[in-house]
């Protein structure tokens, strides 16, 4: 056993109540789960999460913890390659994958702490900083709180990129997805960047007369206007709007870009690393849309999404999720603060930075 090996990895589970109902076009919810990781060695203590099931709690302590315990933790790539052969049977996509990510997020953070050196640079930093937008603008949202939502993202902080959630109710309520898209146009002003997220709620017909309609405000990003899972339909939509298509969030491995690139379904290929199988699996898919000359951008997660976007040359901006930019801040210490539309790691930080606040997660635990 070396010096760095793996003494033992801790998985718990947390739900934070959203302030109220919210919903996007194909689905409602009114709480958010997230999956803490801490990888114990050398006397640091490594950590990462993913936003998923409390089940992955159970796939960390009795599959991953018990192939990776007495591995090098500073032979990353080798204990990701480990616990994608211990998968094999259980199904890689979904769920599964959704651990390793954790896991492989907090192996990375404390092969950089014990190094002593910010996991960006471990990782490879090309940028100093990278671009942010706003997200949420939840479809549950009436005309006074979507108003606020996007003054606050824009106005208060300064953040000149957001998008809002359209499809709603499976694609059943266009003119109100419209009207919304106009609103957001009118709060946020001519310059700012208007995105737009449609969670797979069109038919590629109707999102290609949805996207023509949404050329009147300027917006620039229409994302999952489909189906993640119909990449033929994604190629119909892009090649029939003049905004970027986007998709890419529901990924949990290399073949899925890969078949996604081929098919020219996407203008940007969004990651999750928190889905997508780690910074190790990120790499990968980067390096494969950069051979594509396609940029990436990465999926919710932000704080933990930052270290590998400023390893990433061909890289477009961090989307900063509402939830998210409320949920990460309560439960962990070295939070970024996106004011301003960009953000920069914490390069006098050894690893990511983060530490979970214990006492602050306890009331929220579920496992």
Not at 69 to 76: I, K, P, Q, S, W
Not at 245 to 261: H, T
């Amino acid at each position: 056993m070396t010096d760095y090996a793996i003494e033992d990895l801790t998985a718990s589970a947390y739900r934070i109540p959203t302030p109220g109902p919210e919903a996007d076009g194909t689905l409602h919810w009114d709480g958010t789960t997230i999956v803490v990781v801490q990888v114990r060695c050398g006397g640091v203590t490594g950590l990462g999460w993913t936003y998923a099931n409390e089940a992955c709690v159970e796939l960390v302590h009795g599959v991953l913890a018990d192939e990776l315990r007495g591995r090098d933790v500073l032979d990353t790539p080798a204990c990701w390659h480990a616990m994608q052969r211990r998968v094999r049977n259980l199904g890689r996509v979904g769920l599964v994958s959704c651990a390793m990510s954790a896991v492989d997020i907090a192996l990375w953070d404390a092969a950089a702490r014990l190094r002593e050196m910010p996991l960006c640079r471990l990782l490879g930093r090309v940028h100093d900083r990278v671009d942010v937008y706003g997200s949420g603008g939840f479809t549950t949202y009436d005309d006074p709180r979507l108003s606020a939502h996007l003054e606050d993202w824009v106005g208060t902080r300064g953040i000149p990129r957001v998008k809002i959630k359209i499809g709603e109710g499976w694609g059943t309520a266009v003119e109100r997805d419209i009207a919304r898209v106009a609103r957001t146009r009118q709060v946020a002003g001519a310059t700012a960047e208007v995105y737009v997220d449609a969670n797979g709620a069109y038919s590629a017909a109707q999102a290609a007369r949805v996207g023509a309609r949404l050329a009147e405000w300027n917006v620039t990003w229409f994302e999952e206007p489909v189906s993640s899972d119909d990449l033929d339909g994604l190629r119909r939509v892009r090649d029939a709007v003049p905004a970027d298509v986007a998709a890419g969030e529901y990924g949990y491995d290399l073949p899925y870009f890969r078949r996604m690139i081929d098919n020219d379904s996407v203008d940007c290929v969004q990651v999750d690393v928190t889905r997508c199988g780690g910074y190790t699996e990120w790499l990968r898919i980067t390096a494969l849309a950069a051979a594509a000359n396609l940029e990436v951008s990465a999926h919710c997660a932000p704080n933990v999404s930052v270290p590998a976007a400023v390893a990433t040359a061909n890289f477009r901006h961090v989307e900063w999720f509402a939830d998210h930019d409320r949920i990460e801040p309560m439960l962990f210490t070295g939070t970024l603060d996106p004011s301003g539309g960009w953000v920069e790691p914490d390069l006098s930080a050894p690893g990511h930075g983060l530490a979970l606040s214990a006492d602050a997660a306890d009331s929220y635990r579920l496992r």
